[in-house]
């Protein structure tokens, strides 16, 4: 049974990003390292509209999706502009979704936990907020 995206998501900040992630799936191998990672924060929240299926995952905090996972490969993270190159030196590539960077890194990166704390705190900035 598909589940719908949570109410808090639904605004400007994601919009982009779940039109993109809504037909995708999951492959639950490359996200194993960052759901790990992911779960040490309190105030992080991951939503899967069908996890039977093997739907896309997405991380949040507030009101803001910082992370994601689709695909055979890669995890990606919404990277801050002054942290991109950072994010690109490991990206397997990036695309602009909502006005920001996302970066597509192998489930194994070096730099992934770095990375991580970094999307997760440039989803944290008050003026993100719809």
Known sequence: ??????????????????RYLDPLSCHGDNIEL???????????????????????????T??????????????SLRIADN????????ARDNRRLDGSSWFSLPPRC?????LARLAYEHAKIPDRAD
């Open 83 to 90: 942290d991109a190159e950072q994010a690109a030196e490991f």
């Open 110 to 114: 070096e730099q992934l936990e770095k």
């Open 62 to 75: 507030g009101n803001t999706v910082f992370a994601y996972g689709a695909g055979m490969q890669y995890a």
């Open 34 to 60: 960052l759901q790990s990672l992911l779960a040490a924060y309190r105030d992080v929240y991951w939503f899967c509209p069908d996890t039977r299926n093997y739907r896309y995952i997405l991380w949040y």
């Open 1 to 18: 049974m598909t589940k719908s995206v949570p109410a808090i998501l639904l605004n400007g900040n994601n919009a982009e990003v779940l």
